[in-house]
């Protein structure tokens, strides 16, 4: 397994950008697909984007897809989201998670990273 590390949250208004950053420890992480997933209080874990092993493949929610990037550096074991024109309605706990293939399941995903905030004001 990866242990995972993400930073980059803050506090931010509507329309502005936040890019965060997963960083991961361990073994062969170019191995692993990576997952980017947002929990808002009182809802569920959502899927956001996702990345596969090599970086040439990815996937979004529809409401983040044209705003949102997500790209990894296998080099230095990292892991990237990109995020422009946030709504206040995004507004959540944002994790990235490692599984060995890529999905949009969180149940797909072994390791987890302890989340970081993101509260976009209006």
């Known amino acids: 397994q990866v242990q995972l590390i993400e930073s980059g949250g803050g506090l931010v208004q509507a329309g502005d950008s936040l890019r965060l950053s997963c960083a991961a420890s361990g073994r062969q992480f170019s191995s692993y697909a990576v997952g980017w997933f947002r929990q808002a209080p009182g809802k569920e874990r959502e899927f956001v984007a996702g990345i596969n092993r090599s970086g040439g493949g990815t996937s979004y929610v529809n409401s983040v897809a044209g705003r949102f990037t997500i790209s990894r550096d296998n080099a230095k074991n990292a892991v990237y989201l990109q995020m422009n024109s946030l709504k206040p309605e995004e507004t959540a706990v944002y994790y990235c998670?490692?599984?060995?293939?890529?999905?949009?399941?969180?149940?797909?995903?072994?390791?987890w990273g302890q989340g970081t905030q993101v509260t976009v004001s209006s």
């Open positions: 998670a490692a599984g060995l293939r890529a999905s949009i399941f969180a149940s797909d995903f072994g390791s």
